[in-house]
């Protein structure tokens, strides 16, 4: 990190309830924080300056920390950062729009109760989705083959109904997710080609066709797919809004964390690039002198660009999301006939979206954030979750499990958002340093959670990451959330590569 901290210049948070305080600067508003005492005490120096950093930037009019926040590419990871007035890559972050997404299927728990089943599983799985940094459909027998054409396709129109028929991904489920494509800065989907025909000119784009090979597949690092069993909660609401979502009290589900891959990365690192150089050549002020902070004015060439190629790297996201899920359930049909499944919802975390804050049209960053309208929101009118609220899928460990909860109407203090998950407490050099590899797979062998690792990746372990149950309490203590349902893990699918290393 090369963002700049002096702890002696910030100030102490100051409480403002049980899970809610203010973090103050020099110059601006405060700063929003979402968490408990025992979960504030989590952020270090880096993270607050961070924030602060951000808080204090060029059109910035506010900022949420989360209670999963640490320290991030110069903002944290975990905030929330509106701007009505400028576009920041920073607050995106290099995987363009990384998400969550959530297939339920008909298959019960005993059925994957025999150890030998979910072995079963996990082979099928890894014939079709790879694992890993550079990996793609060529490492696998049973995936898809995308071509460079298909691949143009889909970066410009997203989950389209020709796109998902030509994957095999039921068209319908682009109505399950939060946004089923992206288009330009000029809200046409012409400025992504007219984007992407001058893209192909440039170095960092000579590998594209390699790129799209990863459509359907995980990353590395904190990326994952995992086996649940779904739990609803017992009381009356969370009931009736699990009906609504499509939620299987007792059934098999399949949790999915991953990005925009290697394409969404040569877009972002792109962006940085050639900002910075700007930033430089013209002698414009560093917000805190952090080179990470880089922004464009609205309007401006400058944020026309950034903003196709976010909307490219998400469009990339959103279809590999999908054809995971699809693929996971041809999977789960080959060890167990017969079974069927449907998408839940998908919902990113490491994107910049146009809403409306306080009456005024806004670009809302949501860096390691998840959105969280709730009941009536007039984002959600005509979609199936307009009485409800949309589902918020948040992972914590495969030890305690992840939850699917539900916005309240307290979300609007949060600029109608929540955390994405637990948050690292330990950073992954300080996890392989200090966790020790045998307590690991023992306390996930006592669990009966399978992985298709021979060591579980130590920099992933449930030690390295937030007491997630405080997370949670911070978020539904404060009012931003309610709890729907817990999904237990059975099994988990991680970056093997760098585990078994």
């Known amino acids: ?13 100051v409480a403002t309830g049980e899970a809610t305080a203010i973090l103050p600067t020099k110059t601006t508003a405060p700063i929003k924080v979402i968490g ?12 607050l300056q961070q924030a602060i950093n951000s808080r204090t930037a060029p059109g910035v009019t506010e900022l949420v920390l989360n209670p999963d926040a640490h320290c991030g590419y110069g903002a944290p990871v975990g905030c929330v950062m509106v701007s009505p007035t400028h576009i920041y890559p920073g607050p995106v972050g290099v995987d363009i729009k990384c998400s969550m997404s959530l297939l339920q299927m008909d298959v019960p728990e005993h059925a994957i109760q025999e150890r030998q089943i979910r072995r079963a599983l ?26 460079r054409t298909l691949g143009m396709q889909t970066v410009i129109e997203g989950a389209s109904a020709d796109v998902c028929q030509q994957l095999g991904i039921p068209p319908h489920w682009a ?15 012409d400025a ?38 779904v739990q609803v909660g017992t009381d009356a609401r969370a009931r009736r809004v699990a009906e609504t979502f499509g939620l299987l009290d007792g059934k098999v589900a399949f949790l999915s964390h991953c990005g925009s891959r290697g394409f969404g990365h040569n877009l972002a ?15 414009i002020p560093l917000p805190a002198g952090d080179r990470q902070l880089v922004y464009a004015p609205l309007g401006t060439p400058e944020a026309n660009d950034y903003l196709d190629d976010m909307a490219l790297g998400a469009n990339f996201a959103t279809v590999n999301h999908l054809l995971i899920n699809a693929l996971v359930l041809e999977a789960f049909q080959e060890v167990l006939p017969g079974t069927t499944g449907e998408l839940v919802y998908f ?4 994107i910049a979206r146009k809403e409306i804050v306080d009456g005024v049209p806004s670009w809302v960053h949501r860096k390691g954030a998840t959105r969280a309208f709730p009941a009536g929101h007039h984002a959600l009118a005509e979609t199936p979750f307009s009485q409800t609220g949309h589902p918020i899928l948040l992972p914590g460990n ?47 062998d006592r669990h009966d959670i399978l992985s298709n690792c021979r060591r579980y990746p130590k920099d992933e372990a449930p030690a390295a990451y937030k007491d997630f149950d405080e997370v949670l309490r911070s978020v539904t203590t404060a009012g931003l959330a309610s709890e729907v349902a817990r999904l237990k893990a059975r099994f988990v699918i991680k970056d093997a590569s760098q585990a078994d290393d």
């Open 1 to 13: 990190m090369n963002s700049k901290t002096d702890s002696r210049e910030i100030v102490p948070m």
């Open 398 to 444: 495969p030890r305690d499990g992840s939850v699917v909860m539900v916005a309240d109407e307290g979300a609007e203090k949060s600029c109608y958002s929540v955390n994405h998950g637990a948050g690292r407490i330990l950073g992954r050099r300080m996890a392989n340093r200090t966790l020790d590899q045998a307590t690991i797979d023992a306390e996930l």
């Open 175 to 189: 109505q399950r997710c939060e946004d089923a494509f992206h288009v330009g800065h000029d809200q046409s989907s």
């Open 36 to 47: 408990t005492e025992a979960i504030r005490s989590t952020f270090d120096d880096l993270c």
């Open 347 to 350: 919902i990113s975390h490491n």
């Open 122 to 147: 996990i082979a099928a799985i890894c014939k079709r989705t790879p694992t890993g940094a550079g990996k793609g459909q060529r490492s696998v027998t049973n995936g898809r083959r995308v071509n």
């Open 192 to 229: 992504l080609g007219q984007r992407m025909d001058w893209l192909l000119t440039q170095r960092n784009m000579t590998n594209f066709s390699d790129k799209m090979t990863q459509l359907g597949s995980y990353g590395g690092g904190n990326h994952f797919g995992e086996c649940e069993v």
């Open 269 to 283: 690192s792109g962006q940085f690039r050639t900002l910075q150089d700007k930033f430089s050549r013209w002698e």
